[in-house]
């Protein structure tokens, strides 16, 4: 069974930075497509960034979508144990919180990445506030 086991997150006021990583275990897929979704209050859940992880790629090599409210503030990286993803999120702003997810799912992430029916296994969720 697959898990995704997430860890970081916390409270940062406006402008700082905060880290989440996400390791995923238990699936015997070659490929998968990684990276995290997150829901502020009486919002619904939106996609924040995911990577198209494939073992014969260099570290990294995969496709990243970003949305763009966190592009050139938000980075999704691949971390060195390959089924690892952190995302790191500097210039946070209040409509930056919420609960954040890690989410996966099998094969590539394509253009219709944002959706969330499209991701099979969600971890747990770790809150991120940012005060102003």
């Known amino acids: 069974q697959v898990q995704l086991v997430e860890s970081g997150g916390g409270s940062v006021e406006a402008g700082g930075s905060v880290r989440l990583s996400c390791a995923a275990s238990g699936y015997t897929y070659s490929t998968i497509c990684m990276g995290w979704f997150r829901q502020a209050p009486a919002k619904e859940r939106e996609g924040v960034a995911t990577?198209?992880?494939?073992?014969?790629?260099?570290?990294?090599?995969?496709?990243?979508y970003y949305a763009d409210s966190v592009k050139g503030r938000f980075t999704l990286a691949q971390e060195t144990g390959k089924n690892t993803v952190s995302l790191q999120m500097n210039s946070l702003k209040r409509e930056d919180s919420g609960v954040y997810y890690c989410?996966?799912?099998?094969?590539?992430?394509?253009?219709?990445?944002?959706?969330?029916?499209?991701?099979?296994?969600w971890g747990q969720g770790t809150q991120v506030t940012v005060s102003s």
């Open positions: 990577k198209y992880l494939n073992p014969i790629l260099p570290l990294n090599g995969g496709v990243t």
């Open positions: 989410v996966a799912r099998a094969g590539a992430c394509g253009d219709n990445w944002y959706l969330a029916s499209r991701y099979t296994y």
